[in-house]
Nanobody, 115 residues
Framework: QVQLVESGGGLVQPGGSLRLSCATS????????VGWYRQAPGKQREFVAE???????TYEDSVKGRFTVSRDDAKSSLYLQMDNLKPEDTAIYYC?????????WGRGTQVTVSS
């Protein structure tokens, strides 16, 4: 059974940091491209960051220089370090994995940036 479980979300003040984690099971993590998406209230889900199966990362423009995506294939886990958070980063954050036509999603973790 495929599972992706996010954790690490919460309430943080502007300028603060959070580290999201995504623990996975049920598929061969090391051959999958994995990444993070987010959905703010009233908006469509959008791409945030991705790291492919050879470690190359890409980022949405608004998070470049503030967010860092990483993976630990030995632990089948994905991470998102988020620094200098802004109120516009408030959203539900989802981890995702894709390969061979398969697309898997977690259920999301809420990140709220507010003073």
């Amino acid at each position: 059974q495929v599972q992706l479980v996010e954790s690490g979300g919460g309430l943080v003040q502007p300028g603060g940091s959070l580290r999201l984690s995504c623990a996975t099971s049920g598929f061969k993590f090391d051959v999958y491209d994995v990444g993070w998406y987010r959905q703010a209230p009233g908006k469509q889900r959008e791409f945030v960051a991705e790291i492919n199966n050879i470690g190359r990362s890409t980022y949405e423009d608004s998070v470049k220089g503030r967010f860092t995506v990483s993976r630990d294939d030995a632990k089948s886990s994905l991470y998102l370090q988020m620094d200098n958070l802004k109120p516009e980063d408030t959203a539900i954050y989802y981890c995702a994995a894709s390969a061979y036509g398969n697309n898997y999603w977690g259920r999301g973790t809420q990140v709220t940036v507010s003073s």
